[in-house]
């Protein structure tokens, strides 16, 4: 049981360029989320997921698109990378659906992403 | 919109110690608030769940309560050890699917 895994690591990106970053949770978890983290602003929300093939917009969605086809893998795309996207990227999950207020949420060990 | 915040930004204590550390939310309407820890470089790792109706939850040495009508919550670490350096963060869960995440108390412990 792996739990959450993200891919890659770390990335290096030039401004334009585009990539996606992988979460996959082996825990049959329904709820999928995307977070950046940057220094002095805490973990803010990009986009979610409450099933396959649902998402929805977080706090910070835009520059970013997330797409859930299957129920372990929640993609998260930058089309046109800018500067002001270079940060830690974590995704995370819940069971969902059940137990609303015991619900724990898991989360992976990060994506590192630099734009220059 | 949920505004989460924690005070103190950093702490250091001596080990041994027992200390508090803060967290503070602006809209009591909430399904549950977890605790996290968080090591350099290092994912999320969940300490504690507190749901609503609950006023505490205890974990080994650590123990988080909630006072949701006064919009706060307090993690205590009693005998901080200096593996119990790191930062942690509280996160709230509105009446919706979405987390609002605090800046995070960084800790160290002095050997």
């Known amino acids: 049981n792996a739990g959450v895994t993200q891919t890659p690591k770390f990335r290096v990106l030039k401004t334009g360029q585009s990539m996606t970053l992988l979460c996959a949770q082996d825990?049959?978890?329904?709820?999928m989320y995307w977070y950046r983290q940057d220094p002095g602003m805490g973990l803010r929300l990009i986009h979610y997921s409450v099933g396959e093939g649902t998402t929805a917009k977080g706090e910070v969605p835009d520059g970013y698109n997330v797409s859930r086809l299957k129920k372990q893998n929640f993609l998260l795309g930058l089309e046109s990378a800018a500067p002001s996207q270079t940060s830690v990227y974590f995704c995370?999950?819940?069971?969902?659906?059940?137990?609303?207020?015991?619900?724990?949420?898991?989360f992976g060990p990060g994506t590192r992403l630099l734009v220059l | 919109k949920q505004e989460v915040t924690q005070i103190p930004a950093a702490l250091s204590v001596p080990e041994g110690e027992n200390l508090v550390l803060n967290c503070s939310f602006t809209d009591s309407a909430i399904y549950n608030l977890q605790w996290f820890r968080q090591d350099p470089g290092k994912g999320l790792t969940s300490l504690l769940l507190i749901q609503s109706s609950q006023r505490e939850q205890t974990s080994g040495r650590l123990n988080a309560s909630l006072d949701k009508s006064s919009g706060r919550s307090t993690l205590y670490i009693a005998a901080s050890q200096p593996g119990d350096s790191a930062t942690y963060l509280c996160?709230?869960?509105?009446?919706?699917?979405?987390?609002?995440f605090g800046t995070g108390t960084s800790l160290t412990v002095i050997p």
């Open positions: 825990m049959n978890h329904e709820y």
């Open positions: 995370a999950s819940r069971r969902g659906k059940t137990h609303l207020a015991q619900e724990t949420q898991y």
């Open positions: 996160a709230v869960r509105p009446t919706g699917n979405q987390f609002y």
